[in-house]
């Protein structure tokens, strides 16, 4: 885990964590898998399916993405929560803490 970072990645697809892993590895970021079955990983931490809201909203983070889709390349406004689509699937959701903003839609 990275010291005194305020952002977290999230995976929550169907892929395996390794393949996150490698394309998400050299983010400031601390990286989270959200599945059922842990695997072991110095990089990475695991955490129940479901709960990364829950996660997220009671941490020390600013902001997340949730990756769902892998091998998409995702642009960040730190600022404006965005849901990031292709054929109308979601590939990525960013969250920011304490921001009223409605949430963009932006399709890749």
Do not use: C, W
């Not at 400031?28 to 931490?45: G, P, T």
């Not at 292709?86 to 803490?97: F, G, L």
């Amino acid at each position: 885990m990275h010291p005194k970072t305020t952002s977290m990645i999230a995976y929550v697809g169907k892929d395996h964590p390794r393949l996150f892993e490698r394309q998400y590895i050299s983010h400031n970021a601390d990286l989270f898998v959200f599945r059922n079955k842990a695997y072991n990983s110095i990089n990475m931490k695991y955490e129940n399916k479901g709960s990364e809201l829950e996660i997220f909203y009671k941490s020390d983070y600013q902001n997340m993405l949730v990756i769902s889709l892998l091998h998409f390349n995702v642009q960040i406004d730190k600022e404006i929560p965005t849901i990031y689509k292709h054929d109308n699937k979601t590939v990525a959701e960013y969250y920011v803490k304490n921001v009223q903003k409605a949430k963009r839609k932006i399709f890749i």
